[in-house]
Structure formats: structure tokens, C-alpha cells
């Protein structure tokens, strides 16, 4: 059974830096796409960034950047390092791992940026 641990969210003062993990575990087909989205309150869960098994990365418009996320293949890691955050990064936020036919998500992790 597939597993995705986050960790790394907080609370940060605007301005500030958090670097978010999601550690897969469990996986048998190798890994494609991981990403991370992000769901405000009232607000439909968005794409915040992702990469491809061979390191492509695409960004929404509102990171580019700021945000960069990158890959441990070895340790099926998938990391978000945020920078320069502001209140409207506010948010609970989810990685996703594609692997195979298996579309996989984590519980999330709180991330608050006082004003």
C-alpha cells in the first residue's frame, strides 16, 4: 500500500522561507509525475508545482520564482522549497505521486503566513 508522508509546514512570517517533503513509500511501479497542490479556505485545490521523472517542471504563475521543487529519485522524495512567502500562499498542502496506473496523495500539511 502506498504511502506519502509530508512534512515541513508552519506558520512563517511573510517574507519568510519553509521547505516542504513528501516521502513515498510502498511504491512497486516506478514513479512518474510528483507534484503539489495547495487548497485555501473557500478555494478550490490548485496545482503549485510539479516534475516529471525527467526533472521537467512546470509552475503556477503565482510561484514562479519563489517556489522550486525538485526530486530525490533514490528516496522517492519529492520536496517544495518556498521562498519569499506571502499571506495568500496561506493554505493546506497535498503531494501527489504518480506511479503507474496508481494516482497517490498525501493528508496534507498547514501552511500560514502572517501578515
Known amino acids: 500500500q502506498v504511502q506519502l508522508v509530508e512534512s515541513g509546514g508552519g506558520l512563517v512570517q511573510a517574507g519568510g522561507s519553509l521547505r516542504l517533503s513528501c516521502a513515498a513509500s510502498?511504491?512497486?511501479?516506478?514513479?512518474?509525475?510528483m507534484a503539489w497542490y495547495r487548497q485555501a479556505p473557500g478555494k478550490q485545490r490548485e496545482l503549485v508545482a510539479q516534475?516529471?521523472?525527467?526533472?521537467?517542471?512546470n509552475y503556477a504563475d503565482s510561484v514562479k520564482g519563489r517556489f522550486t521543487i525538485s526530486r530525490d529519485n533514490a528516496k522517492n522524495t519529492v520536496y517544495l522549497q518556498m521562498n519569499s512567502l506571502k499571506p495568500e500562499d496561506t493554505a493546506v498542502y497535498y503531494c501527489?505521486?504518480?506511479?503507474?496506473?496508481?494516482?497517490?496523495w498525501g493528508q496534507g500539511t498547514q501552511v500560514t503566513v502572517s501578515s
Open positions: 516534475i516529471t521523472s525527467g526533472g521537467r517542471t
Open positions: 501527489r505521486v504518480v506511479a503507474g496506473f496508481t494516482d497517490n
Open positions: 510502498g511504491i512497486i511501479f516506478s514513479i512518474n509525475t
